[in-house]
């Protein structure tokens, strides 16, 4: 039975109350964001922002158009009391929202792709030349319909959680202070932010398991299987928890379909690439001059550390090295998605490299992660990893992130830099030469 319309009043009622929320908002500190620098709000395009639930999507918009002083008109799409509004109400929005806000020329729409029809408004909306910034938790959804609808008309941006930088601002913590306290405090920080993650509202809450709990049940059940009608929404679930628990990992499709008793590989692939477009999930492919084995082995990470194992049952051990590769791949994504760059992991019979930066078909840096480094057996293994990835790229920028360690060496005629991961995460957007 379809749902009865919302009145223009009630819809009064609530825009309001989401403005009482912003205007209080306001007053909060908050830390600067580079993603703020890529929000354009003279653009003719609409401005859009995507990543994971709580990733600070939301704060990001309104701080940027807070920051630029001008006025705007705000709607949240993910309150409750919106559920079920039709699209053809949706300029009974607009006038409701010209009501309270008097005329604007900014609008900022949040979680607009809860509403089916939405491109076709926003385009109106940038036909009149207003000003769009809008928010989604689904890059699919989002990417069809901008793809369909305004072709040419959006740009996106990636927000993930916080950077360590921005974690550190948060607790007040100077990233550039090179003194024997101020390294300390660094290192204490980032040992937080090993075990805590970049969420932002961790910063506030003690219950983090539960926050996190929370979270992903609130993503596998609302903004995957309600929006896809996941047929077996039990066994999806306990796949997403399994991948959480052992990323980063190679993909097996098959025996992910042995393990959870699918019916196809094609109903496997499916449900990992919804995980992806809600940014549970990050996809990493092989590298690889060939096309076709660039699509097969992909490798998949936590979008945060927070979820390897904040989460009831996850049963997961602290996993230093993996907790310290999945940040490390995040950090570089942040860099590599705003200069046009690709990320690809080098796995060959002889070896590996945790992560290739490619600019184009060439190679611009190679970079191993490895927590500790002081057996003899390791530092080999990471170094020949590197060696291997030179030798197979011809790239000769080969670094090795670990926790602590700092040395400079020569292999083979070849520079490679070892440095403590905190000081490179620090360098943030300005590591890769």
């Not at 979680?111 to 089916?116: F, L």
């Not at 740009?155 to 360590?164: G, N």
Request: include cysteine; proline fraction near 2%; aromatic fraction near 10%.
């Amino acid at each position: 039975m379809k749902e009865a319309l919302i009145d223009k009043r009630t819809l009064e009622v609530i825009l309001t109350d989401q403005k009482s929320e912003i205007d209080n908002w306001s007053d909060e500190y908050l830390c600067s964001r580079n993603e703020e620098n890529l929000v354009d709000l003279n653009s003719p395009q609409a401005q859009v922002v995507i990543g994971v639930r709580r990733s600070g999507k939301s704060t990001l918009c309104l701080q940027t158009l807070v920051d630029a002083k001008v006025p705007f008109a705000y709607a949240d799409f993910d309150d409750e009391r919106l559920v079920g509004l039709d699209t053809n109400q949706l300029n009974d929005v607009l006038e409701v929202l010209y009501k309270i806000y008097g005329d604007f020329k900014y609008i900022f729409l949040d979680e607009i792709q809860n509403i089916d029809g939405w491109p076709l408004f926003v385009n109106r909306l940038l036909r009149t030349k207003i000003h769009v910034v809008l928010t989604g938790s689904n890059a699919k959804l989002l990417s069809n319909d901008l793809a369909t609808h305004l072709t040419g008309r959006s740009s996106e941006i990636v927000l993930y959680p916080f950077s360590f930088t921005e974690y550190c601002d948060m607790k007040g913590v100077d990233c550039k202070l090179r003194t024997t306290k101020g390294v300390a405090e660094q290192r204490k920080a980032f040992d937080e932010y090993v075990g805590k993650g970049g969420f932002p509202e961790l910063l506030q809450i003690k219950n983090d398991k539960k926050y996190i709990t929370n979270l992903v049940d609130n993503i596998l059940k609302r903004d995957i299987e309600q929006r896809y009608k996941i047929v077996y929404p039990a066994q999806f679930e306990k796949m997403a928890h399994h991948l959480l628990n052992i990323s980063p990992c190679i993909l097996s499709t098959s025996e992910l379909m042995t393990l959870f008793d699918f019916k196809s590989v094609h109903t496997v692939l499916n449900y990992v690439k919804y995980l992806k477009e809600a940014y549970v999930l990050i996809g990493v492919q092989r590298y690889s001059q060939k096309s076709k084995q660039r699509s097969v082995g992909e490798k998949v990470y936590a979008v945060d550390v927070a979820m390897m194992n904040k989460r009831d049952n996850a049963f997961a051990g602290e996993n230093l090295g993996w907790r310290l590769e999945t940040i490390v791949l995040t950090h570089l994504l942040r860099k590599c998605k705003n200069e046009g760059w690709d990320v690809y992991y080098l796995n060959e019979r002889y070896g590996e490299c945790d992560f290739l930066v490619c600019d184009g078909n060439k190679v611009i840096q190679c970079i191993q992660v490895s927590y500790d480094i002081s057996s003899d057996k390791t530092r080999n293994r990471e170094i020949n990893g590197l060696m291997l990835a030179h030798k197979k790229t011809r790239c000769d920028n080969l670094l090795l992130v670990t926790d602590h360690h700092y040395e400079e060496l020569i292999k083979d005629g070849i520079h490679i830099i070892i440095k403590p991961v905190y000081e490179w995460c620090a360098e943030l957007f300005s590591n890769i030469q």
